[in-house]
């Protein structure tokens, strides 16, 4: 019964997965598994945990996407043109 509640949760009705595994999290960002687990880990990334799953929507992993997102530095940057 757990198992198919996490399964009807895990996908939308369109065919869309809500909630992706660990795994799958760090294809979406682009990013190693080991990766992933170390942000989890260090509780850089937020997740849930159900049971020994570690799992991760969308939109969590958009939300730390944007979060994580840097500013360029102010003032002048010297570009050296020459070697192109």
């Known amino acids: 019964m757990k198992n198919?509640?996490?399964?009807?949760l895990s996908e939308e009705k369109?065919?869309?997965k809500r909630v992706l595994d660990s795994a799958e999290?760090?294809?979406?960002?682009g990013i190693?598994?080991?990766?992933?687990r170390k942000l989890v880990r260090e509780k850089k990334i937020?997740?849930?945990?159900?049971?020994?799953?570690?799992?991760?929507t969308k939109e969590?992993?958009?939300?730390y996407i944007q979060d994580s997102l840097e500013e360029p530095?102010?003032?002048?940057?010297?570009?050296?043109?020459?070697?192109?």
């Open 25 to 29: 999290a760090a294809q979406y960002l």
């Open 46 to 56: 937020p997740y849930y945990k159900i049971e020994s799953k570690t799992l991760f």
């Open 73 to 84: 530095k102010k003032g002048k940057i010297k570009q050296d043109w020459s070697n192109f």
């Open 14 to 16: 369109s065919g869309v």
């Open 4 to 8: 198919e509640n996490l399964e009807n």
């Open 32 to 36: 190693s598994y080991w990766l992933i």
């Open 60 to 63: 969590i992993l958009d939300k």
